[in-house]
């Protein structure tokens, strides 16, 4: 897998889903360490966790209730759960993902 992480990093368990990234466990979240090669298009999709992150490297063109916004080095974003978006990656991405299980959920653990 690709991606400009510490070795630390790349110690950490691969996510298994559509995108390239190591995961943290942690009580009601996920933390992603993802990248996407150049081109990468993640197509209209939901989840139902809150997700938060910020761009590492390179850029993010999300698309999110009918607008389309870029997020460079340093910008952080936020989908809240259950809102449907697409993303693409038009040079080689670099992204830390925050996923936090919704709100009724965590008082369940």
């Not at 559509?18 to 939901?46: C, M, N, Q």
Request: hydrophobic share 35%; net charge negative; proline share 5%.
């Amino acid at each position: 897998m690709s991606g400009s992480y510490p070795d630390r990093i790349k110690q950490l368990p691969l996510y298994d889903g559509r995108f390239d990234a190591y995961k943290l466990e942690a009580k009601g979240s996920d933390v992603l360490f993802a990248s996407y090669p150049a081109g990468t298009v993640i197509p209209d999709h939901t989840h139902a966790t809150d997700n938060y992150g910020v761009i590492t490297k390179g850029e993010l063109v999300l698309s999110m209730n009918g607008a389309v916004q870029r997020f460079g080095i340093g910008d952080w974003y936020h989908i809240p759960a259950n809102t449907e978006h697409a993303a693409s990656f038009e040079e080689d991405t670099d992204e830390i993902e925050f996923w936090f299980q919704a709100k009724d959920k965590e008082k369940s653990l």
